[in-house]
């Protein structure tokens, strides 16, 4: 099993920004991959950007040019830097880590707020 924990949300104003972590616990189970992911009040959960262990990478179009995601391998974590953040990306971010046996962990969310 694989246990996640994420840190780094928080308020900011619009045009700020934001690095979130997301740190794996070790584990017998090999990572394929790693994301985030945003959940806003009212609206379902969404990808936001996603890493392969081998390093590639995909985005969604609201936050392409915007934010950034990256992986230590050596430490299991994983980075999402959020620059020139809008009120529309206020949501709560869930770090996702899917198996090589394709089970998905989710992590418990950190709440960003984007202050217009």
């Known amino acids: 099993q694989v246990q996640l924990v994420e840190s780094g949300g928080g308020l900011v104003q619009a045009g700020g920004a934001l690095r979130l972590s997301c740190l794996a616990s070790r584990s017998d189970e090999s990572i394929l991959a790693m994301g985030w992911y945003r959940q806003a009040p009212g609206k379902q959960r969404e990808l936001v950007a996603v890493?392969?262990?081998?390093?590639?990478?995909d985005y969604a179009d609201s936050v392409k040019g915007r934010f950034t995601i990256s992986r230590d391998n050596a430490e299991n974590t994983v980075y999402l830097q959020m620059n020139n953040l809008k009120s529309e990306d206020t949501a709560v971010y869930y770090c996702?880590?899917?198996?090589?046996?394709?089970?998905?962990?989710w992590g418990r969310g950190t709440q960003v707020t984007v202050s217009s």
């Open positions: 996702k880590a899917t198996t090589v046996n394709i089970i998905s962990y």
């Open positions: 890493i392969t262990t081998p390093g590639s990478t």
